[in-house]
């Protein structure tokens, strides 16, 4: 069955980075577009980051780009984030995300925390 496991969130001060992972299986990893959410206490789930099979495409939200880096490795099915210049509004709990036969995929979340 399809598992997506995240890891690497934690507490971070602002301007500050950190990376997180998506370890993928039960599922052609590869032929798939990933996605990176997260959701804000009190708020609604939102697209942080897209990034196509080949990883030819990449999208962002606005609120992320320059900061954000999504990128993949095909041969570890795993999909990263690389947050930098982190600000407080940053704060969420962040997921991975795949649609497979038309049905979403979601992993447990990591929790980010950035605060001083």
């Known amino acids: 069955q399809v598992q997506l496991v995240e890891s690497g969130g934690g507490l971070v001060q602002p301007g500050g980075s950190l990376r997180l992972s998506c370890a993928a299986s039960?599922?052609?990893?590869?032929?798939?577009?990933m996605n990176w959410y997260r959701q804000a206490p009190g708020k609604e789930r939102e697209l942080v980051a897209s990034i196509s099979s080949t990883a030819a495409i990449l999208t962002y939200a606005d609120s992320v780009k320059g900061r954000f880096t999504i990128s993949r490795d095909n041969f570890k099915n795993t999909v990263y984030l690389q947050m930098n210049s982190l600000k407080p509004e940053d704060t969420a709990v962040y997921f991975c995300?795949?649609?497979?036969?038309?049905?979403?995929?979601w992993g447990q979340g990591t929790q980010v925390t950035v605060s001083s």
């Open positions: 995300n795949v649609v497979v036969v038309g049905t979403s995929r």
């Open positions: 039960g599922f052609g990893f590869s032929s798939y577009r």
